[in-house]
């Protein structure tokens, strides 16, 4: 026997052998048996951590669903007490001060009908100021929304155009500039609403008695209302997440915690509130739940009217709703760094820190996009090229189809979609995963501001296109009337811009690299899925890896030029 070997005996009741092993051998063995073990144990582990965070989804969106299907029961609604139902109409001083504000930026296909719409509400006209709050880098617009103006005003409407030759903070400096005015001062209330939100006339009534005798109530929100949710695929989808995020999240938080996150449009604050909470600030791209949190902290109560609804639109392509996307998703991260220091030196209840911290911030925010992407994107694929890789079928099948019910069961109509919305969401778990982790380590997109390219669209209940057309016969000789000899020159590219010009250009689709590598990774470990037999697995690749592919080569929703 070789002094360089070990024997090993291995003792049994019926018989005995003797193993010769080198000793460099086994040395290189025992470490690969090391290493194998280490991986084998993380790889485990990570499996486990995905079960975890499957029951703890499941078990929020149960919740969620008990108040959901609670409020719906009881039929309840937030009241308003029987004297303080309305206002005198013969007497315009029992009506409030409000501002309204229209913050727009180079928004030529929907500045007409938002400046319409909210020149049209119902509310005396000396007791409202309407703000349209410009931040256009395009100079024709400029003249063609500061023009619009004019044209209500010299009708008798209340209503001023503002625009900043200093254009810092995005939405929220636009918005703090605006609150800066001297005037601001003499108005109670403010409503905030975007420039392709068409409110109807009586939203300011269904909106602002619900602060009268409640001191302590800093918002009212209403729901958004889609003119364009049957336009393609790709709005139909939109349309299913956003119903789950109104009728569920903000009715079921609004009425159980009297919190939410402002939705940035489509609500009335009370001034004082947003005073008292610190103004709007430009330290995150989402300025709306920025100011929410931390009026919260103040104490402020919030309530969400479901049965107010505001017209608006949903992005036609996905470049655009991509971008934005991302910028809901960053701006969370960014938003809790910045905060959690104020949440947990806040007075208010353990609870509320608790619902703040792990719910509003680390679940929803932060680790849903985490989940769907680690397992759909990652493991999925890879336990078909790891032999001792397995996740149980009712974490990639069960689980995922429930939620989905859940979420599609306030819009029933879209019950047809329910696979491709299931394996789009899982599709777009790869830009909120990487907008989630840009804006958590402030990465350079975490700051990237796009505003959501819009088409115009009007519902056709619209009462106020008389007045678009009206506005339209002689806005011509009103914008010559107004500028000076200097400014004919900008006259004459305002009529090359209204001039209908017939483009040679064809759109094109785009090409999303990360997502037609993800449908390679998905597709090869579908194909290998097949040879080893592994039944729905297949399946679920195979249609992920399509969807994948779909979205990588842009064929969902409008083309951009």
Same mark, same amino acid.
Request: glycine content about 4%; charged content about 20%; overall charge neutral.
């Given at each position: 026997?070789?002094?360089?070997?070990?024997?090993?005996?291995? +003792?049994? &009741? $019926?018989?005995?052998?003797?193993?010769?092993?080198?000793?460099? /051998?086994? !040395?290189?063995?025992? @470490? #690969?048996?090391?290493?194998?073990?280490?991986?084998?144990?993380?790889?485990?582990?990570?499996?486990?951590?995905?079960?975890?965070?499957?029951?703890?989804?499941?078990?929020?969106?149960?919740?969620?669903?008990?108040?959901?299907?609670?409020?719906?029961?009881?039929?309840?609604?937030?009241?308003?007490?029987?004297?303080?139902?309305?206002?005198?109409?013969?007497?315009?001083?029992?009506?409030?001060?409000?501002?309204?504000?229209?913050?727009?930026?180079?928004?030529?296909?929907?500045?007409?009908?938002?400046?319409?719409?909210?020149?049209?509400?119902?509310?005396?006209?000396?007791?409202?100021?309407?703000?349209?709050? +410009?931040? &256009? $880098?395009?100079?024709?617009?400029?003249?063609?929304?500061?023009? /619009?103006? !004019?044209?209500?005003? @010299? #009708?008798?409407?209340?209503?001023?155009?503002?625009?900043?030759?200093?254009?810092?903070?995005?939405?929220?400096?636009?918005?703090?500039?605006?609150?800066?005015?001297?005037?601001?001062?003499?108005?109670?209330?403010?409503?905030?609403?975007?420039?392709?939100?068409?409110?109807?006339?009586?939203?300011?009534?269904?909106?602002?008695?619900?602060?009268?005798?409640?001191?302590?109530?800093?918002?009212?929100?209403?729901?958004?209302?889609f003119v364009n949710k049957d336009e393609n695929l790709l709005t139909r989808l939109q349309n299913i997440n956003l119903c789950f995020h109104f009728e569920v999240e903000q009715q079921v938080n609004g009425h159980f915690l009297n919190f939410f996150g402002f939705n940035g449009t489509a609500g009335v604050w009370r001034i004082k509130a947003l005073e008292?909470?610190?103004?709007?600030?430009?330290?995150?791209?989402?300025?709306?739940?920025?100011?929410?949190?931390?009026?919260?902290?103040?104490?402020?109560?919030?309530?969400?009217?479901?049965?107010?609804?505001?017209?608006?639109?949903?992005?036609?392509?996905?470049?655009?709703?991509?971008?934005?996307?991302?910028?809901?998703?960053?701006?969370?991260?960014?938003?809790?760094?910045?905060?959690?220091?104020?949440?947990?030196?806040?007075?208010?209840?353990?609870?509320?820190?608790?619902?703040?911290?792990?719910?509003?911030?680390?679940?929803?925010?932060?680790?849903?996009?985490?989940?769907?992407?680690?397992?759909?994107?990652?493991?999925?694929?890879?336990?078909?090229?790891?032999?001792?890789?397995?996740?149980?079928?009712?974490?990639?099948?069960?689980?995922?189809?429930?939620?989905?019910?859940?979420?599609?069961?306030?819009?029933?109509?879209?019950?047809?979609?329910?696979?491709?919305?299931?394996?789009?969401?899982?599709?777009?778990?790869?830009?909120?995963?990487?907008?989630?982790?840009?804006?958590?380590?402030?990465?350079?997109?975490?700051?990237?501001?796009?505003?959501?390219?819009?088409?115009?669209?009007?519902?056709?209940?619209?009462?106020?296109?008389?007045?678009?057309?009206?506005?339209?016969?002689?806005?011509?000789?009103?914008?010559?009337?107004?500028?000076?000899?200097?400014?004919?020159?900008?006259?004459?590219?305002?009529?090359?811009?209204?001039?209908?010009?017939?483009?040679?250009?064809?759109?094109?689709?785009?090409?999303?690299?990360?997502?037609?590598?993800?449908?390679?990774?998905?597709?090869?470990?579908?194909?290998?899925?097949?040879?080893?037999?592994?039944?729905?697995?297949?399946?679920?690749?195979?249609?992920?890896?399509?969807?994948?592919?779909?979205?990588?080569?842009?064929?969902?929703?409008?083309?951009?030029?």
């Amino acid at each position: 026997m070789a002094p360089s070997s070990v024997v090993v005996t291995i +003792d049994k &009741s $019926s018989n005995f052998s003797l193993v010769e092993v080198d000793n460099s /051998e086994a !040395s290189v063995f025992l @470490e #690969k048996q090391r290493t194998a073990s280490t991986k084998q144990f993380s790889w485990l582990l990570l499996l486990k951590a995905q079960r975890i965070l499957s029951f703890i989804q499941s078990v929020d969106r149960f919740i969620l669903g008990i108040g959901f299907f609670w409020i719906k029961f009881k039929k309840i609604k937030p009241g308003i007490d029987v004297d303080d139902r309305c206002y005198d109409a013969e007497d315009p001083l029992s009506f409030p001060m409000v501002l309204v504000q229209i913050p727009m930026c180079n928004e030529r296909e929907v500045y007409q009908q938002s400046i319409a719409a909210v020149c049209q509400l119902d509310w005396p006209k000396e007791r409202i100021l309407i703000q349209v709050l +410009d931040d &256009s $880098s395009d100079e024709v617009i400029q003249i063609l929304i500061r023009n /619009e103006v !004019s044209l209500w005003r @010299e #009708k008798g409407v209340n209503i001023i155009y503002r625009h900043r030759f200093v254009r810092t903070g995005y939405k929220a400096g636009n918005l703090h500039s605006a609150m800066a005015c001297d005037y601001v001062k003499n108005y109670e209330f403010v409503a905030i609403l975007d420039a392709d939100f068409q409110p109807n006339p009586d939203f300011l009534l269904l909106t602002v008695p619900h602060f009268k005798g409640k001191p302590d109530l800093g918002l009212v929100q209403a729901r958004w209302s889609f003119v364009n949710k049957d336009e393609n695929l790709l709005t139909r989808l939109q349309n299913i997440n956003l119903c789950f995020h109104f009728e569920v999240e903000q009715q079921v938080n609004g009425h159980f915690l009297n919190f939410f996150g402002f939705n940035g449009t489509a609500g009335v604050w009370r001034i004082k509130a947003l005073e008292e909470s610190g103004g709007w600030l430009e330290r995150t791209t989402v300025e709306d739940m920025d100011i929410a949190v931390r009026a919260h902290l103040n104490g402020w109560k919030f309530i969400y009217l479901n049965d107010v609804r505001v017209l608006c639109e949903l992005p036609e392509s996905y470049e655009a709703y991509k971008k934005q996307q991302h910028r809901w998703h960053s701006g969370p991260m960014q938003l809790f760094r910045l905060c959690l220091p104020a949440i947990l030196s806040s007075k208010i209840s353990k609870w509320k820190k608790a619902n703040l911290i792990f719910l509003f911030f680390l679940l929803r925010k932060m680790i849903l996009p985490f989940y769907s992407f680690t397992l759909f994107c990652v493991i999925l694929p890879l336990t078909m090229f790891i032999p001792e890789a397995e996740l149980p079928i009712w974490v990639i099948c069960y689980v995922p189809v429930t939620m989905s019910v859940l979420n599609i069961l306030p819009s029933p109509k879209s019950f047809p979609f329910l696979m491709p919305y299931l394996l789009f969401e899982n599709t777009m778990s790869v830009t909120k995963f990487n907008a989630m982790i840009s804006g958590l380590f402030q990465l350079g997109s975490a700051y990237e501001w796009v505003v959501t390219k819009k088409t115009g669209r009007s519902s056709e209940s619209d009462l106020l296109a008389f007045a678009e057309r009206e506005s339209k016969s002689f806005n011509e000789e009103k914008i010559q009337r107004r500028l000076s000899d200097s400014g004919l020159e900008m006259l004459g590219k305002l009529k090359e811009q209204e001039t209908p010009v017939v483009e040679n250009e064809k759109k094109k689709n785009r090409i999303y690299r990360k997502e037609v590598a993800l449908a390679f990774l998905l597709l090869t470990a579908a194909a290998r899925s097949l040879l080893s037999a592994h039944g729905i697995h297949f399946y679920f690749l195979l249609f992920q890896g399509l969807s994948f592919l779909v979205v990588g080569l842009d064929l969902i929703g409008e083309q951009v030029n």
